[in-house]
Structures are given as structure tokens and as C-alpha cells.
């Protein structure tokens, strides 16, 4: 009997210290919630490799498109209001906040990282990989590689988004889509300097090495257009002397068209 008492009276003191432990909690979490936000913490994940955005931006676009943070409850900060307000500026692909205990606004950011650099006209603009185009940055330009001429798209140096426009999209993808595999195929990787384009869309690359101007046309079949031009490299260009041809034109299947200066 006395021992069924004592291993009573025992889970009674330990329900008795969770109940006070879970009050405790609660009140150390409602006294935390009432804690001021004092400070902010900004973190550019990516900084080491592009400087679209700095800190200050950050900061700087928080204070313009959500108001004052600093002071206010943390319970009442709008972190998905911050986390909008960031990822609205183009240059900025992903942004998460979060406050802690101590009262400071942590607010992380991914930029976003160019694929292509374009130049129409006077005005210029980037794509990344999935085709977002966004306005290039007064303090930075990316060595993202260079295509101008008569490009193509509607967007110009103040476009921000995807295109609606089917054909341009195509398009578009399709640049992007060449300087992917130029970038990932060993054998290409920084073979690419500039692509030129003329009117109808058509490209011509400009290699980083020799003087042949390299026609593709539009920007599409490059696994059999690559294809070709690598032969051209491995058994046309061997038999005649640097500067021999002023085009390679591989555009037609089955073909490799090289005309001389």
C-alpha cells in the first residue's frame, strides 16, 4: 500500500513540475513576442560570386516597400510582407526573414544569376536560365556573355518578368539554351565570346579563339549543329592555315558551308 502511495504522490510531483514547466514556457514565449525588433541581420548568400544586391539595397527596399520594422513587436512583424516586397526587385531570386528571441530581423537573399547578357540599341538586359529578363545594375556587370544586335524581343533595358510572346520566348529560350550547353559541355566551356544577330533572329558566334565567324541560324537543333561544327574543327580547319574561311555555316543538315575572306 505505502508503495503504490509513494509511486502516486511521485506521478503527481511530476505532473505538477510539467504543468509548471509548460507555464513557464508560455510565459517565456508571450515575454518573447513582446520583445522589440532592434536591429537587422542581412545575409547575400551568394555574394562571393555576383554583386547585384548589397546589403544597404536590402535594407534600403525593406524601408521603402514595408515602412518601419525597427521598434515593433516582433510578433507583429510581417515577415511574408518583407519576403514579397524583396523578391518584387528583379535582380533578387529568392528571400526568406525570420526574427529571433533577441529582437533582430534576419532576412536572407539568393540573387539572381544572368545567363545571358543582352544589348539592343542603346539599352541592355539580362535572362537567367528560366528566361526572366531584368534590368542590368549601374554598379555591376556580370561576364555573363554578350549578344546584340537586331535581337529579337520586345523587352528593353526596363522589362522586368517572362515575355508573353510565344515566338520571342522560343527565342529566347533558345540563346539560353546555347550558352547552357556551351557551358556544360567540356569540350566548348569558354568557346563562346559574343553572338551577333541579324535581322529575322538568325545568330552568328563569335569564338573566343580564330578568326571564322560561325553561323547557327536560329537557335535551335544544337545538339546535330554542334555536331557538325565539331567536325569542322577536327577535319576541315586542320587542312588549311589559321584564317583560311570567314564563315562556317552549319545551319543545314548534312552540311558544313565554309566560304573564304
Known amino acids: 500500500m505505502k508503495r503504490s502511495w509513494r509511486i502516486g504522490l511521485g506521478i503527481a510531483t511530476l505532473l505538477a513540475a510539467i504543468v509548471v514547466l509548460v507555464i513557464l514556457g508560455r510565459r517565456s514565449d508571450e515575454e518573447r513576442l513582446q520583445t522589440a525588433c532592434t536591429g537587422i541581420d542581412v545575409a547575400v548568400l551568394d555574394s562571393a560570386s555576383l554583386s547585384f544586391v548589397s ?7 525593406i524601408q521603402r516597400d514595408y515602412g518601419t520594422f525597427m521598434g515593433q513587436r516582433i510578433d507583429s512583424v510581417n515577415l511574408r510582407k518583407i519576403e514579397v516586397a524583396l523578391r ?6 529568392e528571400a526568406e526573414a525570420y526574427v ?14 544572368p545567363s545571358v547578357r543582352f544589348l539592343k540599341g542603346t539599352e541592355g538586359f539580362y535572362a537567367d536560365e528560366s528566361g526572366f529578363i531584368f534590368p542590368l545594375h549601374p554598379g555591376y556587370t556580370s561576364d555573363a556573355p554578350l549578344v546584340e544586335g537586331d535581337i529579337p524581343l520586345s523587352a528593353d533595358g526596363h522589362f522586368r518578368g517572362y515575355l508573353d510572346n510565344p515566338a520571342e520566348k522560343r527565342w529566347l ?11 556544360d559541355h ?17 545568330i552568328t558566334v563569335i ?55
Do not use: M
Request: proline residues 3%.
Open 55 to 61: 546589403k544597404e539595397d536590402v535594407i534600403q527596399a
Open 88 to 93: 518584387g526587385r528583379s535582380a533578387i531570386r
Open 100 to 113: 529571433t528571441g533577441d529582437g533582430i530581423l534576419h532576412v536572407e537573399i539568393l540573387q539572381r544569376e
Open 173 to 183: 529560350g533558345g540563346v539560353v539554351a546555347l550558352v547552357a550547353y556551351v557551358r
Open 186 to 202: 567540356k569540350e566548348w566551356n569558354g568557346w563562346l565570346k559574343e553572338i551577333k544577330v541579324e535581322k529575322g533572329g538568325t
Open 207 to 261: 569564338p573566343s579563339k580564330g578568326k571564322e565567324r560561325i553561323i547557327f541560324g536560329q537557335p535551335d537543333a544544337l545538339k546535330e549543329k554542334f555536331a557538325r561544327l565539331e567536325e569542322y574543327y577536327r577535319i576541315i580547319a586542320p587542312s588549311k592555315e589559321e584564317g583560311w574561311y570567314r564563315t562556317v555555316d552549319v545551319r543545314y543538315q548534312g552540311q558544313i558551308i565554309c566560304k573564304r575572306k
